[in-house]
């Protein structure tokens, strides 16, 4: 935690929400970034393009923010390839199992005061922790 700068993380925690609301307001829809990833490939033709601007948008963002701040990002030395890619398979299935992701349960569900969002965004924290303590304290990778 040597390197918790709390002004840009609550700058992003206000772009995050206001994102959220925006696309809520004027699309109608929740911001919850697995749906919107799922909907590329399973929504009708015409629900497709806003979907498909918004993941190229969150992907662009990441390159354009290393140009601007390079160095910025850490590289994950020591973490083996074949465990990041299980890690991603198990989140994408998780979020299917769950029925979101922590972009629509956690910002948005909770901003609605759902309890099934609430209730997952709590099983999603707490799974998280306990994976990175079993890998890092247990296992040993990633230290």
């Known amino acids: 935690m040597e390197d918790f700068t709390p002004y840009s993380a609550l700058l ?5 929400g206001l994102s959220a609301a925006l696309l ?3 699309n109608g829809r929740i911001a919850g970034v697995s ?4 909907g590329i490939f399973i929504q009708p033709a ?5 979907r498909l601007l918004f993941v190229v948008g969150m ?9 601007f701040k390079p160095g910025l990002f850490t590289d ?3 973490v083996p390839l074949a465990l990041l890619i299980t890690g991603a398979f198990l989140v994408g299935f998780g979020t299917r199992m769950g029925g979101g992701c922590t972009s629509g349960h956690g910002v948005c569900g909770i901003g609605r005061v759902s309890p099934r969002s609430i209730t997952a965004t709590f099983v999603f924290m ?4 306990l994976t990175v303590y079993i890998l ?4 040993g990778v990633g230290s």
């Open 12 to 16: 992003g925690g206000v772009l995050i």
């Open 24 to 26: 809520l307001l004027f």
């Open 35 to 38: 749906g919107i990833l799922s």
């Open 46 to 50: 015409g629900d497709r393009l806003w």
């Open 59 to 67: 992907i662009l963002s990441g390159f354009l923010y290393q140009i």
């Open 76 to 78: 994950y030395e020591g």
């Open 126 to 129: 707490g799974a998280g922790f």
């Open 136 to 139: 890092r304290h247990v296992v």
